[in-house]
Structures are given as structure tokens and as C-alpha cells.
């Protein structure tokens, strides 16, 4: 489907032309106009410089505390749930567009990482939650069977009185390092909020001043005023 982008003062017209062949439904053609569109998949150098290296440091970022968010979780869940792995997962993946966008700053493409790190402030927020609920709730209620042994009728042997006194003590032990093992996961889930509320800023500014540049660009005629003279002035052969 080819697609036409026409600019003149302030107002943007898109042409598509529909194939009426295609089993696709209109707006499933346009969507794919639109992003295989050389306008919005080429790299454009203005995106390139306005973003510099910010986005591949915020993607590193975004990489570490996934990687931290797997490998933690995995202690105090030990498999018995799977949010961290999906959290994790999510903001490498976060973490990947974003490197990519500076290393091939499309307009796609950065549209594409803003757009995730928007989804990915919902996804910050659902991680402070799940893990706070977890360092509230937890609780190892099937160590040291310590009902039982706080029963006023359960009667136990000097040998099995020490022995329940020190699972005791390496129960409350187990219980302070998850614990301070999720308050980690808490505090590395406020920083991705940072980061993907930094990555989606520096990318819609990225797109506006874009956007702001080739309005100039076309709008402005002081450029073809130095281009015409350029021509003017230029000696013949």
C-alpha cells in the first residue's frame, strides 16, 4: 500500500492507496502502510542528535534491573510464582527498543519506545505492588510446625525444645533476608518508574522537535531563498 504524506502550514494529509485484492481489513492496510512507510521506518540524523546517548544509557539500565529482577526473585519466591521472571522480562525488553531506537532512531521506532515505556510505568507500579503485598504476607508457616509447639498441651523433650528453639531462630533468620530481598526488588521497581518515565519524556521530545524541524524546513522560505541564490550565483560551465 503506498502511502503519500503531504505537509503544508501546520496541516498533515496522508494518502493511501487501498489494495482491493488483499484479504485485510482497511484499517489492518493502513497500519501497515503507515509502518512500512520509508517516512516513518528510515533513520532520521535530527532524531540522532537530538537523543544522543541517552536512550542507550536508560536501555542499560532498563537491562540491569531486569536482570536483578529475575535473579532476585528467584530466592524468595523459589519458583512458587512467576511475577518477577514477566517483570524482568519486560524491562529488558524495555530496555532492548530503547538501544535500538538511538541506534536506529526511526520515527517508528522511537514511536515504538515511547509507547512501551508508557506501558511500562503500568508495569513499574503493578511490581511496588505485588512485591510490597509479598514482604506483607510472607509468612513460612510450614517451618518448625511452631503451633504445635506453642500448644500449652504438646509436651516435647529437652532435646526437641532446642531443637524447635533454634528452627525457630533460622526461620525468623530466612524470613529477615526475603524480606530484605523484596524491600530490594521494591526499591529497584521505583527506579524502572524513573527510567521509564525519563525514556518515554526524552523520546516525545525527540518526536516534537522532529516534528518542529520539518515544519521549519518546509515552511520556511529563507530556504529557498539561499538555495535559489546559491543556484544564481553558482558559475556556469
Request: overall charge neutral; proline content about 5%.
Given at each position: ?5 503531504a505537509?503544508?502550514?501546520?496541516v ?6 487501498s ?5 485485510c481489513?482497511?484499517?489492518?492496510q ?25 536512550q ?19 530466592i524468595?519466591f ?26 536506529y ?5 522511537v514511536?515504538l519506545?515511547?509507547f ?19 514482604i ?5 508457616w ?12 504438646n509436651?516435647?523433650s529437652?532435646?526437641?525444645?532446642v531443637w ?7 526461620k525468623?533468620?530466612i ?15 521505583i ?17 516534537r ?20 541564490e ?8
Amino acid at each position: 500500500m503506498p502511502v503519500t504524506i503531504a505537509k503544508s502550514q501546520g496541516v498533515t494529509v496522508l494518502t493511501l492507496t487501498s489494495d482491493p485484492q488483499s484479504s485485510c481489513p482497511p484499517l489492518c492496510q493502513i497500519l501497515k502502510g503507515l509502518c512500512c512507510s520509508p517516512v516513518c521506518c528510515s533513520v532520521s540524523q535530527h532524531l540522532r542528535r537530538v537523543q544522543k546517548t541517552s536512550q542507550s544509557l536508560l536501555g542499560a539500565l532498563h537491562i540491569v534491573i531486569g536482570m536483578l529482577n529475575i535473579g532476585l526473585g528467584a530466592i524468595p519466591f523459589n519458583g512458587s510464582e512467576l511475577s518477577p521472571f514477566w517483570l524482568g522480562g519486560m524491562f529488558i525488553l524495555f530496555g532492548i527498543v530503547s538501544i535500538l531506537s538511538e541506534k536506529y532512531p526511526s520515527p517508528c521506532l522511537v514511536f515504538l519506545n515511547v509507547f512501551l515505556n508508557l506501558a511500562g510505568v503500568g508495569f513499574a507500579i503493578a511490581a511496588i505492588i505485588i512485591y510490597s503485598l509479598n514482604i506483607e504476607f510472607m509468612n513460612l508457616w510450614w517451618m518448625c510446625d511452631d503451633d504445635d509447639y506453642l500448644s500449652p498441651y504438646n509436651t516435647r523433650s529437652p532435646q526437641e525444645d532446642v531443637w524447635m528453639e533454634k528452627c525457630l531462630e533460622g526461620k525468623a533468620i530466612i524470613l529477615m533476608l526475603k524480606r530484605g530481598i523484596i524491600a530490594i526488588l521494591i526499591i529497584l521497581s521505583i527506579l524502572e518508574l524513573c527510567v521509564v518515565i525519563s525514556s518515554a519524556v526524552l523520546g516525545i521530545k525527540a518526536l516534537r522537535s522532529s516534528e518542529k524541524e520539518e515544519n521549519k524546513s518546509t515552511d520556511d522560505p529563507e530556504q529557498y531563498k539561499k538555495l535559489l541564490e546559491k543556484v544564481t550565483t553558482s558559475p556556469t560551465v
